[in-house]
């Protein structure tokens, strides 16, 4: 018998490259739930069923259809729940429905999973936007950067949350259910707290995605908009290493069942803004127009994952390094451009 794994989401960035790993495994099957809200992701869906799996079953549907997710869930062995309303500056507008896909669309999957799956492993995708601004951290700034003073790794799981903008919040609540479903119902599920992370089928645009987004802009020889001064700091982690982290806490979920983890590139593998321009810039052999305009609210002046956890409890760390990965991407985008029109 094969092993269903449900994946919502699973037309969206991180969604298709999870997906197209599990199906390469022929014991398992794999059922994407999406309701293709996000632009572009039809082309991700089309890709996957290119593929011709046998063991692939794609249901358009809504995370806040509580009826509908009773009956996708059942039977699941992992679930995968990665839906969600992505973008900080959509959730400013409407933050309504940001809280009705993000909080309660996680309230309704966990309910569904606890009435007709209790014993499946659960990941949740979160975001180290949890933490905030994080304005108490002792900054010094360069010329392209903020950098820490101190010897400080990055940001740990025991940084006290601080939910800021409506995405926050809802995504906050989502983490916060997530690991309580664990404490109160004994429920396998796991929180990931995700920096910033980037590689193929990504359909970055301004709001959200920003280093396919530049990455697109680049090649298509447009201006970039940069929202702060671009010294921003983010740490970044190529798809796969964070595809290969949710495997091993599947695999190791007698250990880390309840456990909430920092994902990300780690201090070795930061860009600011500005130096991943420059870096385009070298690669592509071109100059790139930028225009500044404010900051956005809860931007972090710098976000660096500190993944010291992950390591001791699952043996994780990344193992694609920034140039490579911006690397691939760039050949990536150059094929599949015409894809983020
Ligand atoms: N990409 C990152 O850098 C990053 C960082 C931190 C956290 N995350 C989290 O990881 C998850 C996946 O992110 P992604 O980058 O793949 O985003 P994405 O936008 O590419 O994928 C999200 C998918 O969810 C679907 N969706 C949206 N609303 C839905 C709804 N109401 N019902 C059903 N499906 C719906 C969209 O159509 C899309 O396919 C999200 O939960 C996101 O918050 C991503």
């Given amino acids: 018998m ?4 449900l994946l919502t989401g699973g037309a969206g960035f991180i969604g298709v490259n999870l997906a197209a790993e599990l199906l390469k495994n022929k014991d398992n099957f794999v059922v994407v739930y999406d309701n293709l809200s996000r632009p572009g992701v039809e082309d991700n869906l089309a890709w ?10 794609f ?9 509908k997710l009773k009956q996708v869930v059942s039977d699941s062995r992992e679930i995968y729940h990665l839906a969600a309303q992505v973008a900080v500056t959509r959730s400013v507008t409407d933050p309504i429905e940001d809280f009705e896909i993000n909080a309660a669309g996680t309230l309704y999957l966990l309910e569904a999973t606890r009435l007709k799956s209790p ?52 995504k906050g609540a989502a983490d916060q259910y997530v690991r309580d479903y664990h404490r109160i119902y004994g429920m396998k599920t796991v929180v990931f707290r995700q ?11 301004e709001d959200q995605g920003w280093v396919a987004h530049f990455v697109i802009r680049a090649l298509r020889q447009e201006a970039i908009n940069i929202y702060g001064d671009g010294k921003q ?19 190791q979920i007698g250990k880390c069942a309840g456990q909430i983890y920092n994902i990300g ?7 600011s803004l500005l130096e991943l321009i420059n870096f385009l810039e070298k690669e ?8 500044f305009f404010q900051w956005r609210p809860g931007d972090q002046k710098i976000f660096v994952s500190d993944n010291t956890k992950l390591l001791r409890d699952l043996g994780w760390k990344p193992a694609v390094f920034r140039e490579e990965g911006v690397r691939n991407l760039i050949a990536w985008m150059r094929n599949n451009l015409e894809l983020n029109d």
């Fill in 48 to 57: 996957l069923r290119k593929q011709k799996f046998p063991n692939f079953q």
């Fill in 233 to 251: 700091v983010r740490d970044l982690l190529e798809v796969s290493d964070l595809l290969k982290a949710y495997q091993m806490a599947v695999r």
């Fill in 265 to 271: 590139g780690g201090l070795e593998n930061t860009f």
């Fill in 119 to 170: 014993g499946a492993v659960f990941v949740f995708a979160s975001t180290n936007k949890v933490y905030g601004e994080l304005g108490h951290l002792k900054l010094k700034e360069t010329q392209t950067r903020y950098i820490f003073t101190g010897k400080q790794k990055g940001v740990a799981e025991t940084e006290n949350l601080n939910f800021h903008s409506p995405y926050g919040n809802s």
């Fill in 284 to 291: 592509l052999k071109r100059e790139i127009e930028c225009h």
């Fill in 59 to 67: 249901i358009r549907g809504d995370i806040r259809d509580f009826k």
């Fill in 195 to 205: 920096s910033c992370i980037y590689g193929p089928h990504q359909k970055g645009n």
């Fill in 2 to 5: 094969r092993k269903k794994i």
